[in-house]
């Protein structure tokens, strides 16, 4: 079983550019988030799905966009990428919105 | 108070040691509760679920208090394998905004198990 999939895993952008984060799971879950992750500051939930079709904000939205169009991925787009936006990014899935989450291996994301 | 709350250590102990981690939450009506793991650079895992009367899975020991909103982790004869970040995590529900949706995670505690 792959889980909850994470492309790509590294990726260096330069200020201003543009980039899609992919979440891809296999285990019919309802529910996905994105997360960012910075030193000291926890996880911290940018956007959430509850499912095909939805999404909400989290805590951190700004400047970020997302999509879920099928039921399986979960999308997480940089529109102008800032070095603020410099992180460790986690997606998550879970059946219920109160169960455990099952977590992707994270993509690092650096912006010059 | 805020959210969840956890004493960001580091804590440093020595194999076979005990070593107690607690958290507290901002929100009486909360029903569940975990803990997770989370090796460097890695993704968190999760380690156990925290029920009211409280559960033990090996060496590990989860408890809830809702009186007092804490929920806490024992660690037995620590290991040089359980050096990580455990992360205290809840699922926020009521008048201060959570929801049935999220789970609000702490920001961890740092143990490192010296040989």
């Known amino acids: 079983n792959a889980g909850v999939t994470q492309t790509p895993k590294f990726r260096v952008l330069k200020t201003g550019q543009s980039m899609t984060l992919l979440c891809a799971q296999d285990?019919?879950?309802?529910?996905m988030y994105w997360y960012r992750q910075d030193p000291g500051m926890g996880l911290r939930l940018i956007h959430y799905?509850?499912?095909?079709?939805?999404?909400a904000k989290g805590e951190v939205p700004d400047g970020y966009n997302v999509s879920r169009l099928k039921k399986q991925n979960f999308l997480l787009g940089l529109e102008s990428a800032a070095p603020s936006q410099t992180s460790v990014y986690f997606c998550?899935?879970?059946?219920?919105?109160?169960?455990?989450?099952?977590f992707g291996d994270g993509t690092r994301l650096s912006i010059l | 108070r805020k959210e969840v709350e956890q004493d960001p250590g580091p804590f440093n102990v020595p194999e076979g040691a005990t070593v107690a981690f607690n958290c507290t939450y901002s929100?009486?009506?909360?029903?569940?509760f975990f803990w997770y793991r989370q090796d460097c650079r890695k993704e968190p895992k999760l380690l156990m679920s925290?029920?009211?009367s409280g559960n033990e899975d090996g060496r590990f020991t989860a408890q809830l208090n809702r009186a007092s909103q804490y929920i806490s982790l024992l660690i037995r004869d620590s290991k040089l394998s359980d050096s990580a970040t455990y992360l205290c995590?809840?699922?926020?529900?009521?008048?201060?905004?959570?929801?049935?949706?999220?789970?609000?995670f702490g920001k961890g505690t740092l143990l490192t198990v010296n040989p």
């Open positions: 799905s509850v499912g095909e079709g939805t999404t």
């Open positions: 925290v029920y009211s």
């Open positions: 998550a899935s879970t059946p219920q919105g109160n169960q455990p989450q099952h």
């Open positions: 285990m019919n879950h309802e529910y």
């Open positions: 929100n009486s009506a909360s029903q569940s």
């Open positions: 995590v809840v699922n926020l529900v009521g008048n201060s905004g959570g929801s049935n949706y999220k789970l609000t």
